[in-house]
């Protein structure tokens, strides 16, 4: 059986102008899980350090509505039955999986970077053949990622996408993340040596497939990267 690792960030703090919390995006772990268990592939969560939070803007009606609100709120469904046995990245085997998809929410950008262990799997994960890929702020995962068979960056040379600075504009938390010192997904390839492709618009769903790496732009593109990362795999 396939085995995915759906990898969720650790960070929840507050973050936004408003005053709300970053943390997971909802559908950018919910649809990807939706396309694994639709394939009958076996899907694990884990985080850096077992836990995490949700990203407070991402819970409302505005990106989690019909089915998947259905989902979210119901404590019995497979998602969040599987959710309670998120585990600690350190604590798994990193060769076990054959997909590795960084899901995102701005709390990437704070602990993804630094993510060793999760690192590792997605490191371990491609250098078995298998598919290494994120959405949105998930690229985060690739900075300071580096493969230990070429001791390179990971996705050096490679043709990544991820969400644009345009995005970070209109969200108004560009000075917060100059603040924190935390990198663009643009800045990320730059700095490892990738090429970033942007999409048309911010709000496009967009993905981008080079070999077994796979990245998508946002909340709207987390299906069809789960999608790109079925047929990366069976190429």
Known sequence: MVKVLLALTS???????????????????????????????????????GTFGYDEHSTGEDFLNGEDRVIFEDPNSDYNLDLKKIKKASDLNPKDYDIFF????????????????????????????????????????????IDPKTNEPLIKGKRITGFTDVGEEILGVVDIMKKDHLLTIKEV????????????????????????????????SAVSTAEATIAALGA
């Open 11 to 49: 960070a929840n703090p507050v973050f936004y102008p408003d005053g709300k919390r970053t943390g997971v995006f909802v559908v950018e772990a919910l649809h990807p899980y939706k396309v694994y268990k639709l394939k009958g592939y076996d899907v694990q969560f884990a985080s850096e350090t």
């Open 102 to 145: 960084a899901s995102a929410g701005h709390g990437s950008l704070i602990d993804y970077p630094k993510a060793k262990h999760l690192q590792n799997i997605a490191a371990a994960t491609y250098d078995k053949g298998g598919v290494a890929s994120a959405v949105c702020h998930g690229p985060a995962i690739f900075e300071n990622l």
């Open 189 to 220: 390839a730059e700095k490892e040596g990738a090429t970033y492709v942007e999409p048309e618009g911010p709000w496009a769903d967009f993905t981008v497939s080079d070999g077994n790496i796979v990245t998508g732009v946002n909340p709207q």
